[in-house]
């Protein structure tokens, strides 16, 4: 069209999702400039959660519009036919609670995905799936920059940190109840006696959300070049919380703490540190 | 026993507190303890979300007797937060509650430095609207 393509993106964040739509069927040109503004998130299912299907879902989801529904296979089929190419899917859902586990194993139909910055995943079962990383996540490591892993399932503490450094570009990182293998209570042994110690740094400067045990915070802190986080999320009941803290001190801006009263903290004391 | 530090804290500028089931008696001398802990210049913003079970009025007032559970020794709170508002003009203290109007007056009774100066917001959720 004559106009650089900054500018051409800059124009196009203004406009409506209809008119968006409209000026994706305009031109290739144009259709490559409104795709990445007509669909933002992707949302994985498995396992007949929608419509009775007895296998992977994905739910395609439009920014403003209602969700299309499509089988997972959809990825490898749209992957074949260029759809992909623009590199328009920027954030992914997968939820793994439900559904044959068997299912999971097709997680690597995401292998199509190579310009994610954001992923959530809900249940991993993170001793089935470290093995087979490089099948599943891969596509993920050169541009991952947030990752939430919600009731994550896993041994020790140690899994689940070294799933973590398998992505060295991290900002952000939401650990929401991990939890042992069975919905066991997560019990964290000695970091690092499984396996060798990170070696990396990895950022970790923006957003931190904690809500795990105290095992947990302390890989963390043990990670390599340590943490720096702006914004800090978590329950009030970690005793390394003032560690956790300490070792943001010169970072954290933004600070957010759930108290509640429970059998795991009978008293609560807020007090400075020196 | 549980310690939050806040004592390095060069760049803070949001602290955001949620709480839930908690004896609203502690609350106050831990608060002051965080509050005149923090130092940073660029600190303007602090929150207390207050959920429902934190806030139940109290069944057994008398005359004389306070109205809900809330506890004594508030003002050293409000005070802390006034210093806090005079050395930041742009400082706000937000209080969200999940309760009723008469709770609101009580919350504006407790800090009465911040409502005079104009710095404390109270926002109120119906009960049931829990945002968690």
Redesign the interface.
């Known amino acids: 069209m004559g106009l650089p393509r900054e500018l051409i993106d800059g124009i196009m964040r203004f406009n409506d999702l209809q008119t968006l739509k409209s000026c994706s069927l305009t031109s290739k040109a144009l259709y490559s400039a409104t795709r990445p503004l007509i669909h933002r998130r992707m949302v994985l299912g498995v396992g007949s959660l929608l419509r009775g299907c007895s296998y992977e879902i994905l739910s395609l989801e439009t920014v403003r519009d209602q969700a299309d529904v499509f089988h997972a296979r959809y990825l490898s089929e749209a992957e074949e036919r260029g759809l992909l190419r623009y590199g328009y899917v920027r954030e992914v859902d997968l939820d793994l609670r439900a559904g044959n586990p068997e299912n999971t194993l097709q997680l690597p139909q995401l292998r199509a995905l190579g310009t994610v910055d954001t992923l959530r995943i809900q249940s991993l079962d993170l001793h089935r799936f470290l093995p087979i990383f490089p099948r599943c996540f891969s596509q993920f490591v050169p541009t991952l920059r947030s990752l939430t892993l919600e009731d994550a399932q896993c041994k020790n503490a140690h899994q689940l940190i070294e799933f973590i450094c398998r992505f060295p570009h991290l900002d952000d990182l939401a650990l929401i109840n991990p939890c042992g293998s069975g919905g066991s209570a997560f019990v964290g042994t000695p970091p690092w006696l499984e396996g060798p110690r990170p070696q990396r740094r990895l950022p970790l400067t923006c957003h931190l959300v904690l809500n795990g045990t105290d095992s947990l915070a302390q890989c963390l802190l043990d990670l390599p070049g340590g943490i720096c986080f702006?914004s800090v999320s978590t329950r009030?009941?970690?005793?390394n919380?003032?560690k956790l803290?300490?070792a943001c001190?010169?970072?954290?801006?933004?600070?957010?703490?759930?108290?509640?009263?429970?059998s795991e903290?009978g008293?609560?004391?807020?007090?400075?540190?020196? | 026993?549980?310690?939050?530090?806040?004592?390095?804290?060069?760049?803070?500028?949001?602290?955001?507190?949620?709480?839930?089931?908690?004896?609203l008696d502690?609350l106050p001398p831990?608060?002051h303890?965080?509050l005149?802990?923090i130092s940073s210049p660029?600190f303007s913003y602090f929150s207390l979300r207050l959920f429902q079970g934190s806030l139940e009025p109290n069944p057994d007032a008398g005359p004389g007797d306070r109205k809900t559970l809330w506890g004594a020794g508030w003002n050293v709170v409000d005070e802390a937060l006034y210093a806090h508002a005079v050395r930041r003009d742009d400082f706000r203290f937000m209080v969200q509650i999940v309760t009723g109007e008469s709770t609101e007056a009580a919350v504006e009774g407790l800090f009465p430095r911040m409502k005079s100066n104009g710095s404390l917001l109270i926002t109120r959720q119906q009960p049931g609207c829990d945002s968690r």
Do not use: Q, W, Y
């Open positions: 702006r009030s009941c970690l005793k919380l003032a803290l300490a001190s010169s970072t954290l801006e933004i600070l957010n703490i759930f108290c509640f009263e429970s903290c008293t609560l004391t807020l007090a400075p540190i020196h | 026993m549980l310690n939050i530090g806040l004592g390095c804290n060069g760049k803070l500028r949001r602290f955001e507190l949620d709480v839930d089931f908690v004896e502690v831990l608060l303890k965080a005149t802990s660029h």
